[in-house]
């Protein structure tokens, strides 16, 4: 008798293999030309700003850092950086510290006759870090907070989703500088600022998500095999609400990025020495009307160009998951 | 002491309207029912759309709190047990799913959806887990080759199969099987209803099979229970319900049911229910039929009438209707020879 | 026989899709008549709905297209005509009902509206009476209080109203043609009793035909004059009501009969399903799409051609490769239908 069964439900099992959602949004996404040019500079962002780490990885005989470059803190050694982004040499060129981008300085030479290129690299670095780190920070606080609000829902729900309204009720940058004011200024209050204040976009979202997927069969199986909530919640229904979540991450790096350099720009998140695209900003700028040109545009640029990337690709990577947009 | 005995179970959903979310109202989906499970029985539920049995399915396996009544099994109140006799009665009840898209985690692997059970209930090493997946596959049908796949890279029917083989993954004594073949296709169907039919010989197990296909009930039950409006109004064995109906919702259900044979169609006497089921929020005064029904009378708007056995139809033939129709002195047709298979003259 | 309504000649749909061509529908001819009812029965990947959306160029193109066939509406040719002229047809001499109830009629206008609209496309009538007719038309499709819900939105109807509603909506302007698309899949088996028996009493009333499409044999035995069976795009069989269900001819038929679990009958057999599963629209064999699930197939013959129609009855057709005498004496060895006589 089982035979038969077999014979039956073997045969003709799928040959072609349907794609996967993840390939049909590859798919989708390939089709969507700014968004992989977002893509390409997200990469690019990526591979600059953790270029130390991955140095690391391909192994230390590889380092050869200068010893400056030793003695720095930990978030300022570029590893790709070909000068002390610190360091400044009076006498960088003919015309003294301040120098037009040349062989020898590729993007010239700021006031203190530091290396703009190397500074640039050793910010990027910094942003990378703070949009990762503070999304993160955000992720673990919303993606815990709002499953639980959408799958217990009733009192708890309330709770959760009237602290996150809170959070929104506030204007988002005077709350991030009251924190830094409060915390005070430098790296590390930086990306605690803006963790703390984004959670409240991911638990909303993903408590919409989690609100239907709640209801599907597949959740009703588990708990008929006696699965404990907590597993339920993670294991089966923050898997599945996910797909909105990338986006808004890709947006929220892109966002977070901005909102560092708008702190360091105000002199209230990197203090200088340390260099950051928003703090090169702010010591850049007024040297720009005397001509010198180089120190501020390249920052500039590249905050501008990184920003654009991560919110184009977040945008088509919407698009491309977006059962009912039409191909 | 049957296997498991259902006890005026009850399932009222409050409504809870405005900004207070005050209750005013209730979805009464389950308004009392009782009946019992043999083992190694296969009990059909049959209703339409709002007749409570998939609720009811639910509210036996305790993925919904009764508001009223009893589940008996094995000795233990379901609706009573303490956490841990509730883990250990899950191993016991299972539940196969209508949908078989939704019913299957698309982000897990078959091997972990079919897994799954044993690991919530620390079965066995994971070489014995991965092992037990694969002779579960093989018993519904598929390749240990599956087991690496994803749910959206099989077919409806196949993706039944899963299903099966996970609720089989305890090695459960009861399985309720909710409109297990609806959302598949027709050549499908018969494929699941012999599956399931093989596993129960193999198995012993006992099914509760709800489905609101007459057709499909008939052939997998013995025994049938035909719900409206949260109620029970009969319940028989199959045979004997399509033989001699005596609630008047039965013979008008049966009635409807489309028969693939156009000779029979043409000679069918139609019953034709006049308007809609009235929704569970507000179920008619008295007996919960009374409004659509051709025989009722004063004594229908009084009271819900009981569920009992009017003997003439058979011993165990329970229908609930102050007009139920009798049967006495009519002979029971003989069964026609294998040959003809007609259908009796009605 | 009464005035030919509709020649369906050679109908192919294909879709273009990123995967590949779908050929949902692959070569079909059928011809309704006034007053007859023609039952279009198949699977999931049949091609039976792509086909009725075929009929009134309703197939979104792209991806899909109508690669072939003429499709004659009285002598017409749909396939030639306009797009102004096409949407003249649609409502007005082909109208179309819906599976789903629920999605098929737009909740933010109420039902009286939604038919009076379609009215007044056609007809040169008022809103006024419009609105009447509109209200006249809920009452014949056995709306009670149909003056009062024809002011009604969708929400407060039920599923089966609805329905009714919608067969309202499609008789409006008396089609020549009413095509239902599962018309009563989405309901209770009570309802469904209802609608069949509404459809039935318009089509006497306008002496229309009528297509149905639907996978349920048994809505078919009740009303259908004439039954087409597809499979995977291509039709497999087609004749009178009798004919197939007493003396089907192809093994797919076989398989659907002898797979449902009957009501009437007493002796509770063991059901014979078809094996395998339903067909990959993308990897079609440029032969029979059953080959593979059939039981009797010729390798060298079923999957590389289609067979044309044999001819097995009156007004019967089927298209298979096996020779009829092997045909009828391998049907004969199958439970269902032994000594079936007919």
């Known amino acids: 008798m089982t035979e038969e069964v077999v014979a039956t439900a073997g045969e003709g099992a799928m040959e072609v293999k349907p794609l996967s959602p993840w390939a049909d949004t590859w798919r989708r996404l390939k089709k969507n030309k700014l968004a992989l040019i977002g893509l390409v500079i997200i990469v690019i962002f990526l591979l600059v700003g953790g270029a130390q780490e991955i140095a690391n990885l391909l192994g230390p005989h590889n380092a050869s850092e200068s010893d400056t470059a030793a003695q720095r803190p930990w978030w300022q050694r570029g590893y790709l950086a070909p000068y002390d982004p610190n360091g400044g040499d009076f006498h960088a060129g003919p015309a003294g510290p301040i120098n037009p981008p040349s062989m020898k300085h590729l993007l010239g030479t700021d006031y203190l006759g530091r290396d703009v290129l190397s500074r640039a690299l050793v910010a990027t670095r910094i942003s990378l870090l703070v949009g990762i780190i503070a999304v993160g920070i955000a992720l673990a606080i919303g993606l815990s907070l709002g499953p639980i609000s959408g799958y217990y829902g009733g009192a708890v729900d309330s709770v959760v989703m009237r602290m996150a309204d809170i959070f929104f009720a506030f204007p988002y940058i005077l709350f991030v500088l009251l924190i830094m004011t409060v915390l005070g200024p430098g790296f590390r209050n930086v990306f605690i600022a803006i963790g703390i204040l984004s959670w409240a976009g991911y638990a909303r979202l993903n408590r919409g998500s989690v609100l239907s997927v709640k209801q599907v069969e597949y959740i009703e199986a588990a708990r008929a095999q006696g699965a404990s909530d907590l597993r339920i919640i993670f294991r089966h229904v923050l898997p599945n609400t996910m797909a909105p979540i990338y986006v808004a991450i890709a947006m929220g790096i892109g966002g977070a990025i901005l909102t560092e350099s708008a702190l360091s720009y105000l002199g209230i998140g990197m203090r200088p020495p340390d260099a950051s695209w928003g703090s090169m900003i702010t010591d850049y700028q007024t040297y720009f009307f005397a001509g010198q040109w180089w120190m501020l545009t390249f920052p500039s640029i590249a905050l501008v160009v990184t920003v654009f990337g991560f919110i184009s690709f977040g945008n088509g990577l919407r698009d491309a998951t977006d059962p009912k947009l039409k191909e | 002491m049957s296997f498991l005995e259902v006890r005026d179970l009850k399932k009222h959903f409050p409504i809870r309207t405005g900004i207070l979310k005050r209750t005013t109202g209730h979805v009464y989906a389950v308004d009392g029912i009782s009946f019992s499970i043999e083992e190694g029985e296969t009990l059909g539920i049959v209703g339409e759309s709002g007749c409570g049995k998939s609720t009811a399915a639910r509210v036996i396996l305790r993925l919904l709190e009764a508001t009223a009544g009893s589940v008996v099994y094995d000795g233990i109140d379901v609706m009573k047990a303490s956490r841990v006799e509730m883990q250990r009665l899950r191993r016991d009840m299972q539940i196969i799913f209508q949908d078989p898209y939704a019913s299957l985690n698309p982000r897990m692997r078959v091997r972990n959806i079919i897994g799954e059970p044993l690991r919530i209930h620390q079965i066995g090493t994971p070489a014995e887990r991965r092992q037990r997946v694969i002779e579960l596959l093989e018993t519904v049908g598929l390749n240990a080759e599956h087991a690496e796949r994803y749910p959206h890279e099989f077919s409806g029917g196949q993706r039944q199969r899963i299903g099966v083989a996970r609720a089989l993954a305890l090695n459960p004594r009861l399985i309720i099987c909710d409109e297990p073949v609806s959302a598949l296709d027709v050549s499908i169907r018969a494929q699941v209803i012999n599956l399931l039919e093989d596993l129960q010989d193999q198995f012993k197990l006992t099914y509760v099979f709800i489905a609101h296909d007459l057709s499909v009930v008939k052939h997998t039950s013995d025994r049938v229970v035909v719900m409206y409006l949260g109620k029970t109004v009969e319940i028989a064995s199959s045979d004997v319900l399509y033989d001699r109906p005596q609630h008047p919702y039965t013979e008008a259900l049966l009635s409807a049911v489309p028969i693939p044979d156009p000779e029979t169609e043409r000679n069918r006497r139609r019953i034709v229910l006049e308007g809609d089921v009235p929704s569970p929020t507000k179920p008619p005064a008295g007996c919960v039929f009374h409004p659509r029904c051709q025989r009722a009378q004063e004594v229908c708007e009084t009271a819900m009438p009981p569920l009992e056995c009017t003997g003439d139809a058979g011993a165990d033939h329970m229908v609930a209707c102050y007009f139920a129709t009798r049967y006495e002195g009519v002979p029971k047709r003989d069964a026609p020879s294998k040959d003809t298979g007609e259908a009796p003259a009605r | ?342």
Not at chain 3, 9 to 31: E, I, R, Y
Not at chain 3, 53 to 80: A, H, N, T, Y
Not at chain 3, 239 to 255: R, V
Not at chain 3, 277 to 293: A, E, I, K, N
Request: charged share 25%; aromatic share 6%.
């Open chain 3, 1 to 342: 026989m009464d005035e030919l309504l509709l020649d369906v000649q050679d109908l192919s749909t294909h879709f273009m899709t990123h995967a590949g061509v779908v050929k949902a529908v692959n070569g079909v001819s059928f011809t309704l008549h006034r007053n007859e009812t023609i039952g279009i029965v198949g699977e999931s990947g049949s091609g039976k709905t792509v086909a009725a959306l075929s009929l009134l160029r309703l197939v979104p193109d792209p991806p899909g297209k109508i690669v072939e066939g003429k499709i004659l509406l009285k002598g017409r040719d749909l396939r030639e005509v306009s797009n102004e002229e096409i949407r003249a047809v649609r409502g007005n001499d082909i109208a179309m009902i819906f599976q789903d109830p629920m999605t098929s009629l737009n909740p933010v206008f109420k039902v009286g509206m939604q038919i009076a609209e379609a009215i007044m496309l056609h007809q040169d009538k008022s809103r006024r009476d419009a609105w009447r007719m509109a209200a006249e038309l809920l009452a014949k499709v056995g709306i009670p209080d149909a003056e009062s819900r024809v002011n009604q939105y969708p929400f407060e109807f039920s599923g089966g109203m609805r329905q009714r509603a919608m067969i309202a909506m499609a008789i409006s302007c008396n089609p020549d043609i009413l095509i239902a698309d599962e018309p009563t899949t989405a309901l209770d088996v009570t309802i469904q009793a209802q609608i069949i028996d509404v459809v039935r009493e318009m089509q006497a009333q306008y002496n229309s035909g009528v297509i149905l499409i639907t996978h349920d044999l048994g809505v078919v035995a009740e009303i259908a004059d004439k039954v087409m069976v597809m499979y995977g795009g291509r039709t497999v069989e087609y004749g009178p009501i009798d004919e197939i269900f007493y003396n089907p001819h192809h093994p797919y038929t076989w398989g659907l009969l002898g797979s449902l679990p009957r009501l009437d009958l007493v002796e509770k057999e063991r059901l014979t399903p078809i094996k395998g599963q339903p067909p990959d629209l993308l990897m079609l064999p440029p032969g029979c799409p059953f080959s593979g699930r059939c039981g009797y197939e010729r390798p060298d013959e079923c999957p590389l051609t289609m067979p044309d129609t044999e001819i097995v009855g009156p007004e019967h057709g089927v298209r298979c490769w096996i020779p009829n005498d092997e045909r009828v004496s391998a049907r004969s060895e199958l439970p269902r239908f032994v000594a079936r006589s007919k």
